[in-house]
């Protein structure tokens, strides 16, 4: 019994194994043709004012609906778009169909609206970042200041040339946010050499409620007010997390989270406008 037991496990693993390799196969394959055959969709989420409980922006998230797989998330996909080089086309995608979303629902008169865009590493640090943003924004008649490029620790780790970039976006009125916050070794150092304009704390830090955790959390927030930077608390579920960040500081602080609203289409998101 034990050995055919033991047969049927590696029937199983190998096969669980296979399926994992043939699935990146075939997302590697199906990731070049995916913009063409229209397969992404961008999901929105709202950016909540936490003393005021108003929206204030959307996150756009990628999603890319596949014919065999479903839906695949981004932090399966996006990693394997960076390795074979399909992120730069990806992520101008990403960046035209929220820009001509976000001047469609300023059109509709959601005038204190903004959409904040996730930039990978790869797609950040490629030569031409810099002159596709400003063609995207010419094209969609987007305003730069409407705007706000997400990146994360993992896009500075070369700091000269990520504070020249910063510089040009910030130079063409484009917002920037730290993303991930605190889940990095990095984050603090490249506070002072970086034009950002926003923090975006990381879910885990709110997950759990002790003293240590709390303490944490203000040390955080802290620092991105020292800093003069608009604060962020990504992954709110609870109400109680809310009102614990607010007793923490009469600041204003931003939140999102499954609490306010899901990622969810651009007509589901509306309504909630
Ligand atoms: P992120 O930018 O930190 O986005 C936040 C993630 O947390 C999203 O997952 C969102 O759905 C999820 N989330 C939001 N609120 C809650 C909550 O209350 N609880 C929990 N458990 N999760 C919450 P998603 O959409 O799967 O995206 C994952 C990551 O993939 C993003 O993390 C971002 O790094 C990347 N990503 C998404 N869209 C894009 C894109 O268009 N371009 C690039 N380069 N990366 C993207
Ligand atoms: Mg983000
Ligand atoms: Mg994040
Ligand atoms: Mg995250």
């Not at 970086?194 to 620092?223: C, G, P, V, W, Y």
């Amino acid at each position: 019994l034990a050995k055919s037991r033991g047969g049927n496990q590696y029937t199983f693993y190998n096969s669980e194994l296979n399926n994992m390799v043939e699935r990146k196969m075939m997302m590697e394959h199906d990731l070049e043709r995916a913009i063409q055959k229209g397969q992404f969709i961008l999901h929105y989420q709202p950016k909540i004012n936490l003393q005021t409980r108003k929206i204030v922006g959307v996150e756009a998230l990628v999603r890319w609906k596949h014919p065999l797989l479903g839906t695949v998330p981004p932090t399966e996909f996006i990693a394997i778009a960076e390795e074979t080089g399909q992120i730069v086309a990806i992520g101008n995608w990403v960046l035209h169909t929220a820009c001509n979303q976000i001047k469609k629902w300023k059109q509709m008169g959601y005038d204190h609206l903004h959409m904040a865009i996730n930039v990978s590493a790869r797609q950040f640090e490629d030569k031409n970042f810099i002159s596709d943003v400003k063609e995207i924004i010419d094209k969609t008649g987007v305003h730069p200041s409407d705007i706000e490029l997400e990146i994360t620790e993992s896009v500075v780790k070369n700091i000269a040339d990520s504070s020249r970039i910063l510089k040009e976006l910030d130079l063409m009125g484009i917002r920037a946010s730290l993303d991930d916050f605190g889940t990095g070794y990095s984050s603090l150092s490249v506070l002072k050499d970086l034009l950002i304009d926003a923090i975006k704390i990381d879910r885990s830090f709110i997950q759990e409620h002790t003293d240590a955790d709390i303490a944490m959390m203000k040390s955080i927030m802290n620092i991105g007010f020292n800093f003069n930077l608009e604060v962020i608390v990504e992954g709110i579920e609870h109400e109680q997390q809310v009102e614990a960040l607010l007793a923490i500081s009469n600041r204003t602080i931003f939140g999102q989270g499954y609490l306010f609203s899901k990622p969810a289409s651009a007509e589901e998101i509306e309504k909630l406008f």
